[in-house]
């Protein structure tokens, strides 16, 4: 999803004043990166408790919820005006053509206008859209904001800085909504049988309950669950309260 052939795309960032990213923070466009970082980084968790508070080996763990993900990116900012590519990333050498008016700091106030500093309408920091390829990879808002110095000028202006973002997913009430409705047991789903699938599994997917089979089965019209053709749309009803 990340790299695709032909020209080189720069990770672009983007701010919104609203939840369902519509409403572009003022004078914002999109923050595009020098470079793009060598990796990316994504962090799924799960929450367990466990109901006698005793440890456990993860055999007694009862599932609690499902945190929101966390995605982290490197940024380079450079105001020196010589980086060509990411070769020079680890490279700090006084750079003969720093004046002492360069100064990475309007870089980095300008990357907080778009994920760190608080709206007055709102009173909260920006959602984030992070976009590579003209693909949205991460809709979410900043946790954390870790900025690290790499060179400075002769009197001591900063040169150039690696600042790492760590976000926190966010979504849409709508899609959250979406979302939760298309999990839901109760209310009708439809899907489409391929080569492979097992009759049963489907039905453990949309109920959590593998005995259901023989329900969808009466509710679809089938003589046998045995032998389904390839391309058939199956409904599965509500469960029963």
């Known amino acids: 999803m990340f790299f695709e052939s032909g020209k080189i795309e720069k990770i672009k960032i983007l701010a919104f004043k ?13 923050f595009e990166l020098l470079i793009n970082p060598e990796s990316l980084s994504q962090k799924f968790t799960l929450e367990y408790s ?13 599932y609690f919820r499902t945190p929101p993900q966390s995605f982290s990116l490197d940024v380079l900012l450079d105001a020196t005006g010589v980086i060509k ?18 100064d990475v700091t309007p870089l980095i106030q300008k990357l907080k206008k778009y994920c760190y500093d608080i709206l007055s309408d ?11 390829g003209g693909v949205d990879i ?28 760590h976000f926190i997913s966010s ?15 109760d ?28 329900d969808v089965a009466k509710a679809n019209n089938m003589l046998t669950f045995r032998k389904i053709k390839t391309g058939t749309t199956i409904f599965f009803p509500p469960i029963e309260k």
Do not use: W
């Not at 466990?50 to 009862?62: E, I, Y």
């Not at 590519?85 to 360069?102: C, M, V």
């Not at 009430?173 to 839901?184: I, R």
């Not at 097992?198 to 309950?209: E, I, R």
């Open 171 to 185: 979504i849409s009430p709508t899609e959250a909504a979406a979302a939760k409705d298309e999990q839901s047991p």
């Open 50 to 62: 466990n109901l006698n508070n005793k440890p456990s080996n993860g055999q007694n763990a009862t």
């Open 85 to 102: 590519d990411a070769g020079l990333l680890s490279i700090a050498i006084a750079n003969p053509f720093a004046t002492q008016d360069n």
């Open 18 to 30: 609203d939840e369902n990213y519509s409403i572009p923070v003022p004078d914002t466009t999109e």
């Open 138 to 165: 991460y809709k979410g808002a900043l946790q954390s904001m870790d900025i690290d110095y790499k060179l400075f000028t002769a009197v001591g202006k900063p040169l150039r800085a690696m600042v790492k973002l």
């Open 122 to 132: 709102t009173h909260r920091p920006p959602f984030v859209k992070i976009i590579y």
């Open 187 to 214: 209310i009708t789903h439809q899907k489409t049988f391929k080569s492979g699938t097992h009759f049963t599994l489907l039905s453990n997917d949309v109920y959590q309950d593998v005995n259901r089979y023989i």
